[in-house]
């Protein structure tokens, strides 16, 4: 049981610090926080995504590219030019590694306005964490694991952030619905998303990409748009105005 509750916690908290930091914030600046808030939100995002945790900056160049070539070969991580979901996650880690690293050029218009915390991002993604990580996440099923078929979680568990990319990043361009019609295969994967914590309303999100809010129906709850709200009123972030006029 222990086992279960510990991954249906990492399942949300490695979701929200994605959504949150990499992607709404990173990405598109959905909203704005000072020096001190993006720093405490890195060492977040770090102690939920552990050894699958990703640079803001080089997330957000990748996640730039995505949206400006959807559905070409020059898009990070589309499926129409991956064979399987496990070829499209090779072919979004080959991308990522390579602007992590330096070794794409990018072109300027990618790289405006990107948080850049450089030293801890070199540290959260050396071998060295990731492994130690992993030996951490490993010791817990040893001592927690009651029955072999939990550890079919580990893997998960292990590759949690490139899990949550693979589902949008796939089911969302292929099956769903759609409220706007646009030149992508992007789509809705659920009506009410709880699962990806808004995630899902990909044709959504596309079509409005710097919203924090990606619901656009009633039945489209988006949780994490409600923690931005809260920490709006808390003064912790800064929703522009442009951002919730979307």
């Known amino acids: 049981m222990f086992i279960i509750i510990f991954f249906i916690a990492l399942w949300y908290l490695s979701l929200f610090s994605q959504t949150f930091l990499q992607h709404r914030y990173a990405s ?10 993006e720093r405490f939100f890195y060492i977040v995002a770090y102690i939920t995504q ?4 990703m640079s803001p900056r080089a997330y957000a ?8 070539y959807t559905d070409t070969e020059l898009d990070p991580h589309s499926p129409s030019y991956s064979k399987n979901v496990f070829a499209m996650m090779w072919r979004t880690s080959l991308f990522y590694r390579s602007i992590f690293h330096n070794k794409m050029a990018v072109e300027e218009k990618f790289t405006k306005n ?3 915390w450089r030293s801890f991002d070199r540290f959260a993604s050396s071998g060295y964490s990731r492994l130690l990580w992993v030996a951490a996440y490993a010791l817990l099923f040893v ?3 009651s029955a072999w078929y939990l550890w ?5 568990v292990i590759a949690m952030g490139a899990v949550h990319g693979a589902i949008i990043n796939w089911f969302a361009h292929k099956y769903g619905y759609v409220n706007f019609r646009l030149k992508n295969t992007s789509v809705n994967l659920l009506c009410t998303d709880v699962l990806m914590l808004g995630e899902s309303y990909h044709n959504n999100h596309h079509k409005h990409p710097s919203s924090p809010n990606f619901g656009i129906r009633k039945y489209e709850i988006d949780p994490v748009y409600y923690a931005i709200k809260f920490l709006s009123w808390l003064r912790i972030v800064r929703i522009p105005r442009v951002a919730q006029a979307n």
């Open 28 to 37: 598109h600046g959905a909203f704005e926080m000072n020096r001190f808030w």
């Open 50 to 53: 552990g050894s699958s945790y």
């Open 61 to 68: 160049i990748m996640h730039r590219m995505h949206h400006a």
């Open 114 to 116: 990107l948080p850049d």
């Open 143 to 145: 001592f927690f694991a």
């Open 152 to 156: 079919i979680l580990l893997p998960i």
